[in-house]
């Protein structure tokens, strides 16, 4: 079957297929290659993301694909107990989490609402309780159609479903996250609902040069800094190269793996090729980076712990009545983002900060036993970096095994 491929250059580093049945490894074709304009933020850096989709003859189709989902996820990364092989249909249902997560987007998305119902529905999922925040008031533009629409459902799905009690709010600005309080609106609505998570799958384009020269990026680590809120930013979708905000101190960088199954059974997690990652050319290494030192020197390194990220080889299904008509299947690690978070919210701590949860986080790796009992140590694989045992830059200090390990 022919299919057409678009590449769509606009948000953060997500990567999304719209498929019929096919499976993961039948999806890619030939096709034409379209890139429209990036949105253009209020600090003159465009925000980017890569989306790449795969249409079927006849156009997008409303049935479900067989991506990962709630019930394999949450298998994997201990948000349930785990059954044998964590299979991707069926499963035990995620039923925590509490207080709140924000996920920052550009515009509103028309049937936010209804789409999330869907996904709820379809998983058995409690009902989500999604709050939208215009940053710059009134209402955001709306988004459907542009590709947002698909990386704001992917954000709230997978946020909630790993933590279905959690309060989900949608940051939404018009022209910039953080030049439009985006983030900021995010973080105080977490903050007032008892603390929490905000999740970013979006960065700024170019890598560290977004900014000009210097450490000029350092000035918009204060947008990341927040009493009683623990930021998440993906690490980006183009291999071992650093990009901001992933590489600022005051959030958890999100990297990507691959699930690996052998007859639908779970069996490990490798690297995923297109996994962001790196040393920071400006930022300096962080205290609780002290146990990694030897690797990164100097530096602030990313990233810092992952998640199943990989198109085409362990995507999500994602629920997207506006850009997918129905059912897409989703890879990148804009899907690491929302699903770290969402863990992390799970495991139900609430530390003060980001720095907080990061030291937890790299003494939980410093520890033998715990790193051991909390993560799998991901040593499969090479994003331009090979997967090493311990921290690396492909997949940081690995994945998740538990949520008492977030």
Known sequence: MRRSILLLAITAAVILAVTQFAPAQDWLGGGTV?????????????????????????????????????????????????????PITGGVVPTGGKNA??????GSTSTLQNDVKVFDTTFGLAKAN?????????????????????????????????????KIYVAEFSNDPLGDGAETDGAKAVATAGGGEVSNSWGYNGGESWCGSGN????????????GVVFFASAGDSGANPQYPSVSPNVVSAGGTTIIRSNGKYQTQHGWSGSGGGLSAYE?????????????????????????????GSPVAVYSSTYCGGWCTVGGTSVASPTLA??????????????????????????????KNLFLDVTVGNNGKPCTKGWDYCTGIGAPKTPKGE
């Open 34 to 86: 379209v890139a429209p304009p990036s949105t253009q933020g209020t600090l003159g850096i465009p925000v980017h993301t890569y989306l790449y989709v795969v249409i079927p003859e006849g156009g997008p189709q409303p049935d479900l694909p067989s991506g990962e989902n709630p019930y394999s996820l949450g298998c994997i990364y201990g948000v349930v107990k785990k059954t044998a092989g964590c």
């Open 101 to 106: 997560i924000a996920v920052v987007e550009y």
């Open 130 to 166: 999604v709050t939208e925040i215009c940053a710059t008031g009134g209402s955001c533009p709306s988004n459907d159609g542009s590709g947002w629409d698909l990386e704001t459902m992917l954000d709230v799905e997978y946020a909630h479903a790993m933590a279905p009690q959690a």
């Open 216 to 227: 000029c990026e350092l000035q918009y680590d204060k947008y990341f800094a927040y009493s």
């Open 284 to 312: 300096p290494r962080p205290s609780y980076q002290n146990v990694i030192k030897g690797i990164v020197g100097s530096h602030r390194g990313t990233p810092d712990i992952s998640s199943d990220a990989d198109y085409p």
């Open 342 to 371: 969402g863990i992390t919210n799970a495991e139900g701590d609430f530390l003060t900060s980001t720095k907080a949860e990061q030291t937890k986080l790299y003494k939980e790796y410093g520890n033998a036993t715990q790193y």
